[in-house]
Nanobody
Framework: QVQLVESGGGLVQPGGSLRLSCEASGFTMDDYAIGWLRQAPGKEREGVSCINKTDDSTLYLDSVRGRFTISRDDAKNTVYLRMNNLKPEDTAVYYC?????????????WGQGTQVTVSS
């Protein structure tokens, strides 16, 4: 069974940090680009970050660049998103998804999402 499972979300105060994890099963994660996307209530889904399979190059949404860091551990079949200095506008459901390349807007596999809430 092909599956992506996100974890690590929760409630955090502004300025706090979280690390999200995306664990893959049923396929080899290092054969895919893995992206993190998020969707807030009433808002469109947006890409947050992505890491490519070919050279491990990364992409970031402008509003999170310098605060978020994406990384992958192929041995653990897991991709991480470290989020520092969280802001209320970061509140959303965060999803990981697998694609052939970060610049290809078609994701073959999706996780169920993990809720991140940034509030005092």
């Amino acid at each position: 069974q092909v599956q992506l499972v996100e974890s690590g979300g929760g409630l955090v105060q502004p300025g706090g940090s979280l690390r999200l994890s995306c664990e893959a099963s049923g396929f080899t994660m290092d054969d895919y680009a893995i992206g993190w996307l998020r969707q807030a209530p009433g808002k469109e889904r947006e890409g947050v970050s992505c890491i490519n399979k070919t050279d491990d190059s990364t992409l970031y949404l402008d509003s999170v660049r310098g605060r978020f860091t994406i990384s992958r551990d192929d041995a653990k079949n897991t991709v991480y998103l470290r989020m520092n200095n969280l802001k209320p506008e970061d509140t959303a459901v965060y999803y990981c998804a697998a694609s052939t390349h970060c610049r290809v807007p078609v994701f073959e596999y999706w996780g169920q999402g993990t809720q991140v809430t940034v509030s005092s």
